[in-house]
């Protein structure tokens, strides 16, 4: 199916989403399996605990688990504290955690300790930015001192009514949350589920249709099945092979029967510009070390270009440390959802 499709469905039991551009999966989201409540997105109070000596930041007790904050100016063992969960824990390690807590709705963003109003850049009409802009201001007028407001691009097309009823709602929820602060390890806000993430953060562009019969019609298990296999088939014969081990994730790149120059240049950049995708969809993080196809360094020139343009339209955290003396090439990506194979278990 060509254009834009999100497509809602269960799995297990849980709330499952699929995003599908021009019949290819751009996004999934899944609820995680059991009663997992610290899940990014996730708002806890917190009690700090002891600092972590060598990595600059401490614990911090949360309900039913541990956190790891990377901020320790000003803070104290035994003071309560509220954050949100941030990515998802490495196995035995804590759950990564941030005082920097945002309330998000389809329209906006309430910043408590990022105050001020901004508007999206995707929002270019001025006429309608001054619109927005004043309409923010009148709904955020007397908020706590401290709290900001972001106004999201899905927001250029929507009802003035809708936008104020929106951050109405944030607003009084975030002050609620933001000041309760008695008692001890407590989840204040649930993370949202796979079908409220699809609606929030898939809306704009706006989707051309809405699939909620299921994902048979559009063939998304048959997608998750393509990803669940290590080994990822690349245009002109070439293909990668996507192997995360304890350490890292492994990706080797391969020509195919074609072994010439062009052929090698030619089948990087076809995975250079599908690795985030991938990535995205198998839940991979921490370090990435890719062996491209053998090519001469000046190819090399022409893929950083790809790769930097690729992962600057990633939503996930990514440093691209570059090439190794070994010609290998690194980079560090947040980890900010579960392994797909672990979610689908």
């Known amino acids: 199916m060509k254009g834009r499709v999100v497509a809602l469905d269960q799995i297990d039991g849980r709330e499952a989403a699929a995003l599908i551009v021009d019949g290819t999966l751009v996004d999934f989201l899944i609820d995680p399996p059991g009663d997992d409540a610290l899940t990014p997105g996730a708002i806890c109070r917190g009690i700090v605990d002891r600092p972590m000596k060598g990595q600059g930041g401490v614990f911090v007790k949360l309900p039913g688990g541990s956190g790891f904050l990377k901020q320790v100016s000003g803070l104290a063992p035994g003071q309560r504290v509220v954050v949100q969960v941030s990515g998802v824990a490495e196995p035995g390690k804590a759950v990564p955690v941030s005082l920097r807590v945002l309330f998000k709705s389809r329209h906006c963003i309430v910043t408590p300790g990022a ?145 010439s120059p062009a052929a090698a240049l030619k089948v990087n950049v076809a995975a250079a510009r599908d690795l985030p995708r991938q990535l995205r969809l198998r839940g991979l993080g921490g370090q990435v070390v890719v062996d491209f196809a053998p090519m001469s360094k000046k190819d090399r020139a022409v893929l950083d270009q790809v790769l930097r343009g690729v992962f600057r339209a990633e939503g996930a955290e990514t440093s691209l440390a570059g090439w190794t003396t070994l010609g290998l090439y690194e980079l560090q990506r947040k980890r900010d959802r579960q392994p797909l194979r672990e979610a689908l278990a």
């Open 115 to 259: 105050p001020g109003i901004n508007i999206s850049r995707r929002i270019r009409e001025e006429d309608r930015r001054a619109v927005l802009e004043a309409l923010a201001a009148d709904a955020m007028a007397g908020a706590g001192e401290g709290f900001g407001l972001i106004l999201r691009s899905v927001a250029e097309h929507a009802d003035d009514e809708d936008i104020a009823a929106d951050i109405a709602e944030m607003r009084a929820l975030a002050e609620a949350v933001m000041a309760d602060t008695a008692g001890g390890p407590e989840l204040l806000v649930a993370a949202a589920g796979a079908h409220e993430l699809a609606w929030r953060e898939w809306a704009d562009p706006a989707p051309d249709a809405v699939e909620e019969d299921g994902f048979a019609p559009l063939g998304v298990h048959e997608m998750l099945d393509d990803l669940l296999d290590a080994d990822v088939a690349l245009p002109g014969g070439g293909g990668m092979v996507i192997e995360p081990t304890r350490a890292l994730v492994a990706v080797d790149v391969n020509t195919g029967p074609d072994t």
